[in-house]
């Protein structure tokens, strides 16, 4: 298995609600990313995990809470969130953990839209 | 502060013409630089890098790089452009910390 997966697809959620997005790799990969990416601009680091703890937050509101249950599993917990955080979440994975060279490997994404 | 610069914002060639996505990087140090494609509403695809050794970087779908460090730059290239080509590519550069720093991106466009 040589993919990222990603779920849901799509998600519409209020800015009451709670959601979880959810990533997977099988690849052995012992760094996990999460992204956020704006229509037609370069994908943002939110938070990195290696070797299942966190070692990068790139300052992000605590209405978005990462979770690394194992090695192969990363969640986004969402939680009052607000209209502009409404884009495309992408997670990623590589071999490494802190300064590998080694490239990262994108899932699909998931297409949030926060009403 | 490190950096990387895609001067263009979309670059138009036709079917069969080479191709140049252009890429400029400000870091200290050694560079790791990469460069991604993203097809509409997908993910990010890796397509090439450069760690050290050759300039010329060779990658997926027939996409090359030439690695220049007196510029300071990291061009993509390929020598016959096909409709399929057409997508957002990405440059980034590679941080200690673990963190890819991405171009503003640059959208190609092959016209049959």
């Known amino acids: 298995d040589t993919e990222v997966t990603q779920t849901p697809k799509h998600l519409v959620m209020g800015m009451t609600n709670k959601k979880s997005l959810k990533c997977e790799q099988h690849?052995?990969?012992?760094?996990m990313y999460w992204y956020k990416q704006k229509a037609k601009k370069p994908p943002e680091l939110m938070f990195v995990y290696s070797y299942e703890k966190l070692s990068i937050n790139e300052s992000v509101p605590s209405r978005f809470s990462p979770e690394c249950p194992n090695s192969s599993l990363l969640n986004l917990h969402l939680h009052a969130l607000q209209p502009e955080d409404s884009a495309l979440y992408l997670c990623a994975s590589s071999p490494e953990g802190l300064a590998g060279l080694n490239e990262q490997f994108f899932g699909p994404g998931t297409r949030l839209t926060v009403l | 502060a490190q950096s990387v610069a895609q001067p263009e914002d979309q670059v138009n060639v036709a079917e069969g013409n080479p191709l140049t996505v252009k890429c400029t990087y400000s870091?200290?140090?050694?560079?790791?630089l990469f460069w991604y494609v993203q097809y509409p509403n997908r993910g990010l695809q890796f397509l090439l890098k450069y760690i050290t050794g050759d300039n010329l970087v060779k990658g997926s779908y027939g996409f090359e790089a030439e690695f220049n460090k007196s510029q300071t730059s990291f061009h993509l290239k390929k020598p016959s452009a096909l409709v399929s080509d057409s997508a957002l590519y990405f440059c980034?550069?590679?941080?200690?910390?673990?963190?890819?720093?991405f171009g503003t991106g640059t959208r190609l466009q092959v016209f049959p």
């Open positions: 980034a550069v590679r941080l200690y910390t673990d963190k890819l720093i």
């Open positions: 870091v200290s140090g050694n560079p790791y």
């Open positions: 690849m052995g990969h012992r760094a």
